[in-house]
């Protein structure tokens, strides 16, 4: 890496050269990874602590000061967070990890879970407990220090160059009229107070300042038809209506502007206005065209110009990335709808949003009545079709056919044809064919999902614990490789004896630990948790244990349940994965069957096994070889030193300095080689994930400082080398 090295002896004089800096490059965004609320906020406060007085000027505006302020930031999307307010007149702090905690769902949010999700590099995770002993160690450690800090910089770069983050932000402040640091720090409502105003201010009018009361009042909505649950070893069509809820405010004009209230349609003609089916009334576009729908049409057609780009698109991360875009603008335009629907919004209107769900239920209705009334074999076709789900405005279809391609033919023409019956720009659309479809639930579904009869897209997985964050990797990695072997392989069976054997293994302790780590943040301090909780509770143990590498507020929190006495309630059990491993403290792997896997797998395998799913999946012969570890033994068994036992027979023996007994003497080169060759394996294996680790962290030539405990190798790592140290000692009772 190429980089320019300045030095000062002074902390405030770096300080300052460093502002001094900003100010000649002069950016228009600045960004890195947290820096609102650590970097920035960090250097502002250091620099106000030594005194450097030239660093506050950081903005394009002469003599502003920057100050950073707390504020506490609340969204139905994001939840309540603490946030460090900074001005910094004329330019943008585009902070990455806001805008990743914004847009993607994932397990893990430090720079090097994401960077590894995302580019497939990583960074050592330096704890930042060692960074003081780096700086102040000699020009080595610094160096160090510095290549980590300037792989820091860079990483969020290429980021946001991949995810074309900047690009999607910018897109969306021009449509919406939003500033990109609100995009970042507020909710949806002010995307459409903008617009709002934007709009109102163009047709010449004014927007009402609403003090919201919050009433109780509810209005009904969508429909859900109820599933014929089942395994479908058929092609299953998906019809949905494009933009729902938009369309129908814009075929029907619904709009604040638009809506009649008491009796003002009675002087009006019949042909101006129209009644909801919710009974409301609004008057035509040919009288007066609603605001809302002019709104819309900008937010859908920068929609259209997305998906269109998506199509040219064959990149998949830019394809993933344009699809990003496509469905915040989707998001966008359905909370033009929810705006109306907020009781405690800025301007609720229950009229329009209880039209808008009132028509879309007699919609999907309709479109039910429709498919299976028209798909007869009284009407010429092959079989009667059924619509055995749907969701607000869907419908999965079973046309008998047994290809997908001819699904497709069928699945498109209904779609036209529907289409047709309904108001333009309401339009109904052949989405996709399902096939295998797995249905469990209400909103609980898997399939193979196809766009082109050739082959599949991908598996699509809704409501299922493939990617939740707050369960072990073990329960998501079983699910993705079960519905694999059900969906992909189309081989039911095949993925019931792979959970069995898993369970096996899970209940005879043969899994990696790695699979077994559960995270959760540390949010709150003990007493603002209501109840007693796991990784709370670990935290004040491994407080007592070494204040110094606790985890603190913020942080992320891994830990196992490990075996306790019978009733020990589960919080009581958490323990540090690592400590685990360096104890070998048995885990209670009973806990991660019954509450982690049962529930999960159950529910995959009930459409395919029925009533007798239980029996067959968590109480058959693959259940009984437990390695049983009774409390008692397991809880002394951390305390008492452990007898030696005989290498080749494991009895007891007398001498623990001793290999062999008296039996296995003459076994002796036999046994030594093998356990030679049992060294030799853990040695490989150890270096194999050594240089896995250096290759990570970018250098082949130094220490691995990585601690990062959201990756499986760390712990692999560990283990290895606790192995390594009990075979060695093995080996030198042979002497
Ligand atoms: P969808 O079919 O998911 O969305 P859509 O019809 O707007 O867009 P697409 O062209 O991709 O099908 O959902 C149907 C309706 O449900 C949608 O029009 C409005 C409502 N809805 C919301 O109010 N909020 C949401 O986040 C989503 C996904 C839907
Ligand atoms: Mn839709
Ligand atoms: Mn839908």
């Not at 502002?19 to 947290?34: H, I, M, Q, S």
């Not at 400590?579 to 048995?586: I, R, T």
Request: hydrophobic share 35%.
């Amino acid at each position: 890496m190429d980089a320019q090295v300045l030095s000062y002896d002074d902390e405030g004089e770096l300080l300052q050269a460093w502002a001094e800096f900003v100010r000649k490059v002069d950016p228009d965004v600045l960004t890195g990874y947290n820096i609102n609320n650590f970097d920035l906020y960090y250097l502002i406060e250091r620099a106000k602590h030594l005194n450097a007085v030239n660093f506050h000027f950081l903005g394009r505006i002469k003599n502003v000061k920057t100050v950073c302020r707390s504020v506490v930031l609340q969204s139905k999307q994001m939840g309540k967070r603490e946030n460090k307010s900074i001005n910094i007149e004329g330019r943008v702090i585009f902070d990455l990890l806001l805008v990743l905690l914004r847009d993607y769902k994932l397990r893990s949010y430090t720079l090097n879970a994401v960077s590894f999700h995302f580019l497939g590099q990583q960074k050592e995770d330096v704890h930042h407990s060692i960074i003081s002993d780096l700086q102040n160690g000699n020009e080595q450690t610094r160096r160090r220090l510095a290549v980590y800090c300037l792989k820091d910089a860079l990483l969020p770069l290429r980021l946001l160059d991949k995810l074309m983050c900047i690009i999607n932000y910018i897109e969306m402040a021009r449509v919406t009229g939003v500033p990109l640091l609100s995009l970042l720090t507020r909710g949806q409502q002010i995307k459409v107070v903008s617009q709002l105003l934007r709009k109102a201010k163009h047709y010449d009018y004014i927007m009402p300042t609403y003090q919201g009361q919050g009433s109780d009042d509810q209005f009904e909505g969508a429909t859900v038809i109820e599933p014929l649950r089942g395994y479908y070893d058929v092609p299953i069509a998906t019809l949905d209506f494009a933009s729902l809820y938009p369309s129908i405010m814009m075929a029907h004009n619904l709009c604040y502007t638009t809506l009649l209230k008491g009796t003002e349609m009675n002087s009006m003609q019949p042909d101006e206005f129209i009644k909801t089916p919710a009974n409301n009334y609004f008057v035509k576009a040919s009288v007066r065209k609603g605001i809302l729908p002019v709104i819309l049409e900008d937010l859908l057609s920068a929609r259209k110009k997305a998906k269109n780009d998506l199509k040219n698109e064959t990149d998949p991360l830019r394809r993933k990335v344009l699809d990003g875009r496509q469905l915040a603008l989707k998001i966008s335009a359905n909370s033009v709808y929810g705006f109306t629907g907020a009781q405690v919004g800025k301007l609720p209107c229950l009229e329009i949003s209880q039209s808008v769900t009132a028509f879309g239920r007699n919609m999907i209705e309709q479109t039910k009545n429709e498919v299976e009334s028209r798909y007869k074999i009284e009407n010429g076709y092959k079989h009667d079709a059924k619509v055995i789900y749907g969701d607000t405005d869907s419908v999965m279809v079973r046309f008998g056919v047994t290809t997908v391609a001819d699904a497709m033919v069928l699945g498109r023409e209904a779609a036209e044809l529907i289409s047709k019956k309904f108001v333009a720009p309401i339009k109904l659309e052949f989405e996709k064919v399902y096939f295998p479809y797995l249905l469990i639930n209400k909103k609980r579904y898997a399939g193979l999902y196809f766009t082109k009869p050739e082959i599949h897209d991908k598996m699509d997985c809704k409501g299922l614990e493939t990617v939740r964050r707050d369960n072990c990797p073990l329960v998501a990695t079983v699910m993705n490789a079960c519905l694999e072997k059900i969906l992909v392989n189309r081989d039911p069976q095949g993925a019931v004896e792979f959970a069995k054997s898993v369970i096996s293994d899970l209940l005879r302790n043969k899994l990696d630990i790695s699979q077994l780590v559960i995270t959760k943040e540390l949010t709150k301090t003990e007493k603002e948790y209501a109840s007693k909780q796991a990784h709370v509770e670990l935290a004040n143990k491994m407080k007592k244990r070494d204040a110094g590498t606790a985890p603190k507020l913020g942080d992320r929190v891994p830990y196992v349940i490990i075996a306790g006495p019978k009733g020990t309630p589960a919080y009581a059990k958490a323990e540090d994965p690592i400590f685990a491993l360096e104890n070998s403290v048995p885990i209670d792997t009973l806990y991660y069957l019954e509450n982690q896997l049962s529930k999960p797998l159950t529910r995959i395998f009930e459409p395919i096994l029925g009533e007798k799913t239980e029996s067959v999946l968590l109480r058959g012969d693959h259940t009984r070889t437990k390695v049983i570890v009774t409390s008692k033994v397991s809880a002394l068994s951390m305390f008492t030193k452990k007898k030696s036992t005989c290498v080749g027979c494991r009895t007891l023996l007398k001498d623990e300095n001793d290999a062999l007994c008296q039996y296995c003497q003459p076994k002796e080169t036999e046994i030594y080689l093998k356990e030679i060759s049992t060294l030799a394996d853990l040695e490989t294996k150890f270096n194999r994930l050594w240089t896995q680790c250096q290759r990570c962290q970018g250098s082949l030539h130094e220490d691995i400082l990585c601690t990062s405990r959201d990756c499986p190798i760390f712990y692999m790592r560990k283990k290895v080398i606790i192995d390594l140290e009990e075979q060695d000692k093995l080996m030198k009772r042979f002497n």
